[in-house]
């Protein structure tokens, strides 16, 4: 199994059982296709015939390929999907990791009060000592037709300061479909899980820390 726990970027997130973190950077492919080859070989071991289930392997990886390199032209390091069901259920929610450099200098809270300024729905927080402003938005992807429902996305966008890297942001981008109804309990319940998620963010690589610290960061996150 490859850990999926170990830091791969500034800062370390805890994620729930069943979610993965597959790296979107060029110089990361071996790595993500290991993880895409673990997540292929779970879903569709080699105990099955092979003549019926190669195809569907083909396809998942394929799929799962997409996702990842669409994200990395977009500009992302990293995205987190849910790689088995929950209970029996697919959960259809996913986030992505991004990192900007404006090159600004200076308090960041022009850029973070520009930003809620423009939101329909923002709030300012605090991420592990960081400066962050959260945004909350909907979209309606697909509008109710003919007795089929609609199709909306929930988005959650935390972009927040890097203390010890002037002009330098950690975007969060989360993302989930819901019916034609945004404000749903299901919508509702994978937005809280995000927020807790990001309740648990650590940053890792800060100077004039002791990295010897990292067993104990990783004790603190899973302990919330």
């Known amino acids: 199994m490859t850990d999926t726990t170990a830091p791969q970027a500034s800062f370390l997130i805890a994620l729930p059982p069943g979610w993965m973190r597959l790296p979107a950077r060029p110089g990361e492919a071996a790595v993500l296709r290991s993880l895409i080859d673990e997540i292929v070989d779970e879903a569709l071991p080699s105990t099955l015939p092979r003549d019926k289930a190669e195809p569907w392997r083909g396809e998942m990886r394929k799929t799962i390929t997409g996702v990842v390199t669409e994200a990395r032209d977009a500009g992302a390091n990293a995205v987190y999907l849910p790689v088995r069901p929950v209970n029996g259920i697919n959960v259809p929610a996913s986030f992505v ?7 600004s200098v200076g308090d960041p809270g022009a850029l973070l009060a520009a930003i809620l300024t423009d939101a329909d729905n923002g709030a ?3 991420i592990d000592g960081a400066h962050a402003a959260r945004t909350d938005s909907s979209v309606v992807r697909v509008e109710p037709r ?3 429902p609609g199709m909306t996305t929930r988005q ?8 010890h890297r002037e002009g330098r942001w950690i975007v969060m981008s989360f993302s989930a479909a819901t019916g034609d109804q945004p404000g749903a309990a299901l919508s509702d319940a ?4 995000f927020d807790a998620l990001m309740l648990t963010f650590r940053w890792s ?17 899973h302990s919330q």
């Open 97 to 103: 990791e991004s990192e900007v450099d404006d090159g």
């Open 124 to 126: 300012l927080h605090m």
């Open 146 to 148: 003919d007795g089929w």
């Open 156 to 163: 959650i966008v935390y972009t927040i300061e890097v203390p």
């Open 190 to 193: 994978l937005v809280q899980l």
């Open 205 to 221: 690589e800060v100077p004039g820390v002791d990295h010897s610290d990292l067993e104990e960061r990783l004790a603190q996150i």
